[in-house]
């Protein structure tokens, strides 16, 4: 390259060393846990120390004459405690404080972070002005939530003494979710292979009522099928009793549909070769599908497949509307159950925790299942 | 054998996908005992043509003669026959999600309802052969290409077959594992299987090829000793075809 080519002035590769890389980083910290320690914090400080109702919340408890601001409802000192303390001076200072730091480490943060010296310290300031956006943001939205009323929302959906004796009937609700959820899946992977071997046939007269039934059962929604296949259970085939069965046989149809397509899309992944391979060695078609092709699909559709399984777990609680007996109901008929007994919705905390007792260590397994099936020599081995 | 020691016989095969004339009239008898290479260039229609022989591409017209019977004949159990011609593919084709030794007894337990005992030992004896018995127990995922496809030949002789079919081999392997492979093709010729190998290896082709068959767009355009057509050959596309892979 001839000398006049290079430029005079070498390109600058740095600008000025930013200073306190740990700090933004630290400020971001500090400035989040504000916003939600700090929520914690007040609430922790005014249940801790029990401290009596302001009396604006005292009436509305009591929801009654004057003069009886001592009587207040059922927990209703503790709801107070939680309202009182959201409205407290010292959530709002608290709030406002994190709210400015954070914005503050966002600013900074990403003004500075293309000039830290070296990758770690500039991800320290990325991350420091991150945690700073989501300070403001849950700032914003608890600000927002403690302007409006409180008291009626927390009345409602956070008077946790109205969890009350319902361990048992969550408990058993679990059991049920689960026993309809397994059933669902089993009866359903049954049916979606089934209906995949249909679907993948050459002659249309099988594939035609397949994709008939897996077009009804997607296309519809499961709270319709729950009533019709119901009643036409109960009244048109006259079948009386164990609706308990009924309800897991309306799921697994629902669940087959889905699994049929999950297991088509296996099956046709399966490289052509070893269809061919069965075949020059004189299996059968059917054969080649039971000992080659089925048993590597299965082991690719796992982790399509438990998906759809936790979605099934939720989709239980649909079967709320079939009316079923106490003892049969699953999470969502026990808690809706409990909440006409009680006319208080926050026993849908519990709802909630229940769902998520059963969910996340399913969807910890299904992510384990598919670190090891990606990780593994093209997954299948073994 | 039939009587007049063929073991396959072609009969003005056509083959169609679609508009696409692949095969255009083929006519090709394999005795026992022969070892014939198909060469030609890519999209000349030797791998389908060789296909065609097994049925796992069924020809749009002629007919195919397995040891006297037509296979063609929609009557035909195609599984039963398939049972005696083993084929060897490119891509190694094992069932990744079974080891080794179950890859060589399934069509031996399944289709020929062989005892599990027996199986064993015949896939023993296979696996011997191609000098892997210590990897019985190993998943195909864990071989190199070369013992993979040598288990694919144990996989394919354990059925006893009459006739091998051989498609393209060694093409997917890294060249220092082709001599294994064309090793343990070498020994079957010693032993006087008949084979039919689509092949891109011209070396193997002349030395162990009793019969070379030259394709080009569908046809047949030489049949007759490799040697000759190698040192002489008749058509002006065989010749360029050679100057080209040589």
């Known amino acids: 390259m001839p000398e006049s080519a290079t430029t005079e002035r070498p390109p600058v590769v740095k600008g000025r060393p930013a200073p306190l890389p740990l700090s933004i980083f630290a400020g971001g910290i500090a400035a989040l846990a504000l916003v939600l320690g700090g929520v914690l914090f007040t609430q922790y400080l005014w249940a801790s120390q029990n401290r009596a109702p302001s009396p604006s919340c005292a009436e509305r408890m009591s929801g009654a004459l004057p003069g009886e601001e001592e009587k207040l409802l059922k927990g209703g000192s503790a709801v107070c405690h939680i309202v009182d303390a959201l409205k407290s001076d010292m959530q709002a200072g608290l709030l406002i404080t994190g709210m400015v730091l954070g914005a503050g480490m966002v600013v900074a943060g990403f003004l500075l972070y293309k000039r830290m010296p070296n990758k770690r310290q500039r991800n320290h300031a990325i991350a420091g002005a991150i945690l700073g956006i989501q300070a403001v943001v849950f700032g914003l939205v608890i600000l927002k939530f403690r302007d409006g009323d409180v008291l009626i929302f927390a009345r409602n959906f956070l008077n946790f003494t109205f969890l009350e004796g319902s361990m048992d009937g969550f408990l058993r609700g679990m059991k049920n979710t689960i026993i309809l959820a397994f059933g669902g899946e089993l009866l359903g992977i049954i049916i979606g292979l089934s209906l995949a071997l249909l679907m993948i046939s050459k002659h249309r007269t099988a594939r035609a009522p397949a994709m008939a039934y897996i077009n009804f059962f997607r296309g519809t929604p499961l709270i319709f099928q729950l009533i019709f296949f119901g009643f036409l259970f109960l009244l048109g085939f006259q079948w009386r009793d164990a609706l308990f069965t009924q309800v897991i046989l309306i799921l697994g149809m629902n669940m087959g549909a889905y699994s049929a397509e999950v297991f088509r899309a296996g099956i046709q992944s399966v490289e052509k070769g070893q269809t061919e391979a069965a075949r020059s060695l004189g299996l059968s078609y059917v054969k080649s599908m039971r000992y080659v092709i089925v048993p590597q699909a299965v082991r690719r559709v796992i982790p399509p497949l438990m998906n759809e399984f ?46 998520l007792a059963v969910t996340l260590p399913l969807i910890w397994v299904v992510n384990r299942v598919e670190k090891r099936l990606r990780s593994g020599l093209v997954g299948i081995a073994g | 054998m039939n009587e007049d020691g063929s073991l396959v016989r072609l009969e003005n095969i056509h083959k169609w996908f679609g508009s696409n004339h692949v095969l255009k009239g083929i006519d090709v008898t394999v005795h026992e005992g022969d070892v014939v290479a198909i060469i030609g260039p890519s999209g000349s229609g030797k791998s389908t043509l060789l296909r065609t ?48 030794r179950d890859n060589v007894t399934l069509a031996l337990r399944k289709v020929l309802g062989m005892g599990e005992k027996e199986a064993r030992e015949r896939a023993h004896q296979e696996l011997e052969h191609v000098g892997l018995a210590e990897k019985a127990d190993a998943y195909p995922g864990s071989l190199s290409g070369g013992q993979q496809q040598r288990v694919a030949i144990a996989r394919a002789l354990a059925m006893r077959p009459k006739l091998m079919l051989f498609d393209e081999v060694t093409s997917a392997l890294d060249p220092e594992l082709v001599k294994e492979v064309l090793d343990a093709m070498r020994r079957l010729v010693d032993e006087g299987m008949t084979m039919v190998v689509v092949t891109h290896e011209m070396g193997f082709a002349r030395e162990v090829g009793t019969r070379l068959i030259f394709m080009d767009q569908g046809k047949i355009v030489e049949d007759g000793n490799p040697r000759e057509i190698f040192d002489a050959p008749k058509d002006g596309r065989t010749r360029a075809f050679l100057s080209h892979v040589l």
């Open chain 2, 53 to 100: 022989i097994n049925l796992l591409e069924e020809p749009t017209e002629g007919r195919v003669l397995f040891d006297g019977a037509e296979i063609t004949d929609i009557r035909t159990n195609v599984d039963e026959v398939r049972t005696h011609i083993g084929m060897v593919f490119q891509s190694y084709n094992l069932f990744p999600h079974m080891n080794v």
């Open chain 1, 310 to 355: 936790v979605i099934l777990i939720k989709d239980t609680s649909l079967v709320a509307i079939l009316g079923l007996s106490a003892g049969q109901y699953e999470i969502f008929s026990f808690s809706r159950s409990f909440f006409s007994d009680s006319r208080n919705a926050s026993i849908f905390l519990g709802t909630a925790a229940a769902y």
